[in-house]
C-alpha cells in the first residue's frame, strides 16, 4: 500500500499549511487543495532520542524538521547515520510507529 504525506494549499491565496487546517490563517478562506509533499529537503535541525516509548522497532530513533523547497515545514524520522545541518535528505514515507491493529505512517528521511 502506498503511502503519501500532504501539504495543504489555500485555494484563495496559495499558503501552504502542513498539517491541515479548517482555516487559512492569511486570508479566511476554507477551501484547500492537497499537494504531494516528496522529493528532497533541506535538514533543518534534528535530534536524537533514547528511551522511546513502547511501540517503537528501535533502540534509538532521529528526530529531525526538514523544510521543502516549497517552503513546508514539517517533521519526521531520520534514517541516516552521518548527520548535518543543511544537508539534503530525500523524503520517503513509512511505518514510524507500530500499534495493535494499526501501523502509524510518517515520513522517513533518508
Ligand atoms: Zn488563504
Known sequence: MEQRMYAYRCTNCGKLYHPSRLVCRQCGGREFEPVPLEGEGTLVTYTRVYNL????????????????????????????????????????????????????????FK
Request: net charge neutral.
Open 53 to 108: 516509548p513502547e511501540g517503537f522497532m528501535k533502540p534509538w530513533l532521529t528526530f529531525g524538521i526538514v523544510e521543502f523547497p516549497n517552503g513546508v515545514r514539517v517533521a519526521g524520522q531520520v534514517d541516516k547515520e552521518e548527520l548535518a545541518l543543511g544537508m539534503k535528505v530525500k523524503a520517503t514515507v513509512g511505518i514510524v510507529k507500530e500499534g495493535v491493529g494499526k501501523d502509524y505512517y510518517g515520513f522517513i
